[in-house]
């Protein structure tokens, strides 16, 4: 079946650090794929979205490229926030699918 | 925006009391979910609904239950509450395609004794 795999975490940066999250997914079809993140205390918001293969997601300074090729869909800032310490998720959802399906999540702490 | 609201954020209940979680959403949204959070495990859906009375069940659906008797409100029903329910829950809202983002409200950390 469909599936979502990130990273482990916790991941621990320092202000400023470059930062990347990866996620690969297997899936029948052509999914939409989704990063969300949730703020401690929190629901989760979506961050960034990209539907077909090769578009680029873009949020708050958070990037992620569709590639078709290695099916993955790996979250990236250039330079993180202590604001940004959150958990991130990274979801797909197909045409042929109403729900979403969930990584386990990645936490990230940012330290100043 | 959209708003999911979520009735309660923090409860505590007894084993084998019958716990009701309420969800309520402002944007007209045809689909409404539940899930359960919990440390290791990421989100594991227990229903969904399509519509007004339609429900499908998700991954995790035992020992829960649901109700949806108009479109803004999605109740999950615990028909009798054990320890191993303990969890955060979290209810969300979509348009009806799959590809639309869904909406989350900030959750229920539901603890039972």
């Known amino acids: 079946g469909d599936s979502v795999t990130q990273m482990e975490g916790p991941v621990t940066l320092s202000e400023e650090a470059f930062l990347t999250i990866n996620c690969t997914y297997t899936?029948?079809?052509?999914?939409?794929l989704f990063w969300y993140v949730q703020y401690p205390g929190e629901g989760l918001q979506l961050l960034l979205k990209?539907?077909?293969?090769?578009d680029k997601g873009s949020n708050k300074g958070f990037e992620a490229t569709y590639r078709k090729e290695t099916t993955s869909f790996h979250l990236e800032k250039g330079s993180v926030q202590v604001s940004d310490s959150a958990v991130y998720f990274c979801?797909?959802?197909?045409?042929?699918?109403?729900?979403?399906?969930f990584g386990k999540g990645t936490t990230l702490s940012v330290s100043s | 925006d959209v708003k999911v609201t979520q009735s309660s954020r923090y409860l505590v209940k007894r084993t084998g009391e019958k716990v009701f979680l309420e969800c309520v959403q402002d944007?007209?949204?045809?689909?409404m979910f539940w899930y359960r959070q919990d440390p290791g495990l990421g989100l594991r859906l227990i229903y969904f609904?399509?519509?007004?009375?339609?429900?499908e069940k998700g991954d995790i659906p035992e020992g829960y239950s649901v109700s949806r008797e108009k479109k803004e409100r999605f109740s999950l029903i615990l028909e009798s509450a054990s320890t191993n329910q303990t969890s955060m829950y979290l209810c969300?809202?979509?348009?009806?395609?799959?590809?639309?983002?869904?909406?989350f409200g900030d959750g229920t950390r539901l603890s039972i004794l």
């Open positions: 990209a539907t077909k293969a090769d």
């Open positions: 979801a797909l959802s197909t045409l042929g699918g109403t729900a979403l399906i």
């Open positions: 609904s399509y519509d007004v009375k339609m429900k």
């Open positions: 969300a809202s979509s348009l009806p395609r799959g590809v639309q983002p869904q909406h």
């Open positions: 944007m007209d949204h045809e689909n």
């Open positions: 899936a029948t079809g052509y999914p939409s």
